[in-house]
Antibody, heavy 118, light 112 residues
């Protein structure tokens, strides 16, 4: 069965950095585009970032709200995807979900909470 | 950005009943490759979202045939028949055709 398990969330202060991780299993990770989607408390879903596969040069794409501050990366040898979040803002407070799919978000992790507060 | 407009915001339904949720996009969701990347998700209380329907009308693995998707271009519909207790939660439409990927604001399905 497909599993996506996020880790690394927590409480940080504004302007600080945090790196969250996602461990994938149950599918051929190296063939899958990976995404991060977030959900602020009581709000809807917001796509954050996408990373493509090696044949697609690991191309990355970002929402305007995080461009220049967040970096998505992957390690195919470990079946891991990461989100490095720098210069965090209070509005980045959300549950962050790791997802996999192609044109849709087929599989979701349980999410990891990131809280940005002074 | 493609704006996804979902209606209604909330729905009350009796068990066994049928409901429809509408999703309209501000631009056509037909990709250059001919596919239309419109999908539907259900987020049950306290859980992660789950994929129900992809590419307008394809049910994801394990999804009941009580769920059906239809539409084209900019106008899409999710229908749920014979509503069961496990169907309750918030439904989202989402598009994966154009960056940034975007979602509707959600439709909350509740029991009448």
């Amino acid at each position: 069965a497909v599993q996506l398990v996020e880790s690394g969330g927590g409480l940080v202060q504004p302007k600080e950095s945090l790196k969250i991780s996602c461990a994938a299993s149950g599918f051929t990770f190296s063939n899958a585009a990976m995404y991060w989607v977030r959900q602020a408390p009581g709000k809807g879903l917001e796509w954050v970032a996408r990373i493509r596969t090696k044949p697609n040069n690991y191309a990355t794409y970002y929402a305007d709200s995080v461009k220049g501050r967040f970096t998505i990366s992957r390690d195919d040898s470990k079946s891991m995807v990461y989100l490095q979040m720098d210069n965090l803002k209070t509005e980045d407070t959300a549950m962050y979900y790791c997802t996999a799919g192609s044109g849709s978000f087929d599989y979701w992790g349980q999410g990891v909470m990131v809280t940005v507060s002074s | 950005d493609v704006v996804m407009t979902q209606t209604p915001v909330s729905l009350s339904v009796s068990l066994g009943g049928q409901v429809s949720i509408s999703c309209r996009s501000s631009q056509s969701l037909v990709h250059n490759n001919g596919n239309t990347y419109l999908s539907w998700y259900l987020q049950k209380p306290g859980q992660s979202p789950q994929l129900l329907i992809y590419k307008v009308s394809n049910r994801f693995s394990g999804i009941s045939d009580r769920f059906s998707g239809s539409g084209s271009g900019t106008d899409f519909t999710l229908k749920i028949s014979r509503v069961e207790p496990d169907d309750l939660g918030v439904y989202y439409c989402g598009q994966g055709t154009q960056y940034p990927y975007t979602f509707g604001a959600g439709t909350k399905l509740e029991l009448k």
